[in-house]
């Protein structure tokens, strides 16, 4: 028996998609010209797609310490956390990260991913219970399947739902509430004060991914919690690099005085290799950065809402009905539109994610725009423009 | 073997996403016969764990296949009260 049989379905829906010049899963990036423009396929491309949200990649601080550690320690640890792979730098940045959050404790995972599944497998046990949003990122479900707990999950967003569901869990179980701060796919914000100020009255102990959300939300850029001023409810904030920070890797940070000893019992801590320490050193400039960047902050809020309302204005159905991130999603009507749709913007010299079932919710399909704090107002127009080009030229009909 | 009680229950909250007027019965799988996607087995779940004011926890999804099998843990959970 061929154990790949079982992937004919999937096979089977992608060759019924009609690409003909390009492929949303097989696009090469040439040639990076700057953090918002690429050679794609010959094509110069404004790179609007990204999670490059701050606009951190080519930040000179950033690179030159990424080389001087090169320089200094080599091209990797060759190691695990816990072994030989935790080097001064690694110290140094989990202190950073600490320090930004006003935090006492911080544990650096090799990827957002990991910081995921090693947060929650760990912290889930056989006899407790892990309360999730249906929406929930591939790394809060594979957690929760790592681990041994009872996993109830409620309608996303839906704080009443979720509360039905608490009460049900007996009173005195070990509870761990995992929600976002911000949505990827659609870019839609969590009612955060609502679900933690729940959570904590049926004794949860809460979690809160802010890993699109980093950066930009609150006064210091550490997400929806310090934007909502409900930091005081969550016990585990988890992030990422990859996105406002420019690089690679994932963070917990906590206040709890015994987060420490999850170092010796979380196994996608223990049994990874570290982060090399040129990326350790560019995340630690990064951060540093982010802390005072509000003008940056301000400028990627200005192209998200700028991007929103020229979309709206031109008749393209949104996800959000304003700018609640630098995440604007535009809502395609079925599949073959949606692959038309985005070869033929692609061929306009815009890149933005394609996104289809099983990563979107309720079956959407999506053409998910990222904007970057560094894009010019110019920019911004230039994707707008040629987004009703390509609605022109494949025949999709925009609301007036 | 759940009550017929138990079992109307259920048919009756399936009865609105059976577009295609499947018969319901205990062998009636729910992605094999209703031809369900994973979003609306999802509210269903929710709509099934409300009517009986119980948890579905999502480890128990994978082997609930059939109305039977639903029937079955609802009443199990139920009883385990």
């Known amino acids: 028996m061929d154990l790949l049989d079982k992937f004919d379905a999937t096979t089977a829906l992608r060759d019924s998609l009609p690409f003909e010049k390009a492929d ?18 010959g094509r110069h491309t404004i790179l609007a797609g990204t999670n490059n949200y701050m606009g951190m990649t080519f930040y000179e601080d950033a690179v030159e310490a990424a080389k001087k550690a090169l320089d200094d320690f080599g091209t990797g640890t060759t190691g695990s956390r816990v072994l030989n792979g935790t080097y001064g730098g690694h110290k140094a940045l989990e202190a950073t990260i600490a320090d930004f959050y006003g935090m006492d404790h911080c544990m650096v995972f090799s990827t957002g991913y990991q910081a995921n599944l090693g947060m929650i497998s760990a912290l889930g046990g056989k006899d407790d219970y892990i309360i999730i949003d249906a929406d929930s990122h591939a790394s809060i479900y594979d957690g929760c399947a790592m681990g041994n707990a009872t996993i109830v999950r409620f309608k996303h967003n839906d704080f009443e739902h979720m509360e039905k569901r608490l009460k049900r869990i007996p009173e005195g179980a070990g509870k761990l509430l995992v929600v976002e701060g911000m949505y990827s796919m659609l870019g839609d914000a969590a009612p955060l004060k609502e679900l933690l100020e729940i959570g904590k009255k049926y004794g949860c102990m809460t979690l809160v991914d802010e890993a699109h959300s980093m950066g930009f939300c609150g006064e210091k850029g550490r997400g929806i919690a310090e934007e909502l001023g409900v930091e ?15 690089t690679v890797g994932g963070f917990a940070v906590s206040n709890h005085p015994k987060f420490d000893v999850l170092r010796y019992v979380s196994r996608p801590y223990i049994f990874t290799a570290s982060l090399p320490p040129s990326v350790v050193a560019s995340a630690t400039a990064a951060i540093k950065a982010i802390e005072r960047s509000g003008n940056r902050r ?23 009905s304003t700018a609640e991130s630098p995440i604007i999603a535009v809502h395609l009507p079925d599949p073959m539109m949606g692959t038309k749709f985005w070869e033929q913007l692609l061929m306009e010299g815009v890149y933005v994610n394609m996104a289809a079932p099983p990563a979107t919710p309720a079956g959407m399909f999506l053409m998910r725009v990222s904007v970057c704090a560094q894009h010019s107002s110019d920019q911004i127009n230039e994707i707008i423009k040629r987004f009703i080009i390509t609605a022109e030229k494949v025949g999709l009909e925009l609301k007036k | 073997m759940a009550s017929a009680e138990t079992f109307e229950t259920i048919y009756a909250l399936i009865a609105p996403l059976n577009k ?15 031809e369900l996607d994973s979003l609306t087995v999802m509210d269903l779940v929710a709509e099934i764990e409300d009517e009986f004011d119980i948890l579905l926890p999502l480890n128990l999804l994978p082997d609930l296949e059939t109305i039977q099998h639903v029937a079955d843990a609802v009443e199990k959970i139920v009883a385990e009260g």
Request: hydrophobic letters at 45%; glycine letters at 8%; proline letters at 3%.
């Open chain 1, 298 to 320: 301000a400028h990627l809020w200005e192209n998200a809402r700028q991007l929103h309302a020229g979309l709206k204005k031109a008749g393209f159905d949104l996800c959000t």
């Open chain 1, 24 to 41: 949303p899963f097989t696009v090469v990036m040439d040639e990076i010209i700057s953090e918002t423009e690429a050679m794609i396929g």
């Open chain 1, 232 to 246: 005081h409810l969550v016990d585990f904030f988890v992030g990422t690099f990859s996105k406002s920070v420019g």
């Open chain 2, 20 to 34: 295609k007027a499947i018969e319901l019965k205990p062998e009636t799988g729910f992605a094999v016969d209703l």
